[in-house]
């Protein structure tokens, strides 16, 4: 079935250093999505990526698919205390059931 | 636009007893769905819905029925709450097949005593 493994489970940075989250699965996906849910808040999408190889950028936080589309990572540049929160990467292999890695809950230290 | 809703915010239960989470979402999506989110284990899905009348299992479903007679509703039903069931629960809501994305509601904070 349906299975995306993300790591880290945890992240504390100091506040101006760069943070990374990946997104593993066995099988080939059809699209991956991110999302940021603050503390105490619900998920907000982030991102879609669909094609193999393909990089996006919003301002500080750079999105990518793995060239096999079968891992994403989500990099954040010089972090900041607004960028706190769980990220979680999601993906539904073109069906209607979207299954949600684990999360990587990132503390920002200022 | 107050897109999805869900009732009520913080809910607690005995074990045993039974009620509905409300969900309900005004922005004409087809695709509804229900997830549970527990410490260290992500965001599990539990039963989704693809139009009036269509209901399926998650990752999660025991212990939890659904119905959706409206295109707007999609409630979660608890029959005989159990302590295995205390979390937050999230409704969500897309306007296409796996590849739109989800709105989620504020959630609904549950526990079972």
């Known amino acids: 079935g349906q299975q995306v493994m993300q790591i880290p489970q945890y992240q504390h940075v100091q506040e101006g250093e760069d943070f990374t989250t990946y997104c593993n699965s066995s099988t080939t996906l059809s699209n991956i999505q991110w999302y940021k849910q603050r503390p105490g808040g619900h998920p907000v999408f982030l991102i879609q990526l669909v094609k193999s190889g393909e990089v996006k950028k919003q301002k500080r936080l750079t999105f990518q698919f793995g060239e096999a589309k079968k891992n994403s990572s989500l990099h954040i540049t010089a972090t900041q205390t607004t960028d706190v929160g769980t990220y979680f990467c999601a993906e539904s292999s073109g069906t209607y059931k979207y299954i949600f890695g684990t999360g990587t809950r990132l503390k920002v230290l200022a | 636009n107050a897109g999805v809703t869900q009732t009520p915010k913080f809910q607690v239960l005995k074990t045993g007893q039974s009620m509905t989470l409300q969900c309900a979402q005004d922005m004409n999506h087809e695709y509804m769905s229900w997830y549970r989110q527990d410490p260290g284990m992500g965001l599990r899905l539990i039963h989704y819905?693809?139009?009036?009348?269509?209901?399926d299992q998650g990752e999660v479903p025991n212990g939890y029925n659904v119905s959706r007679s409206t295109t707007e509703d999609f409630p979660l039903r608890l029959l005989s709450a159990a302590p295995s069931q205390t979390s937050v629960y999230f409704c969500?809501?897309?306007?296409?097949?796996?590849?739109?994305?989800?709105?989620f509601g504020n959630g609904t904070r549950l526990t079972v005593t």
């Open positions: 819905s693809v139009g009036a009348g269509i209901t």
């Open positions: 969500a809501s897309s306007s296409g097949q796996g590849k739109s994305p989800l709105h």
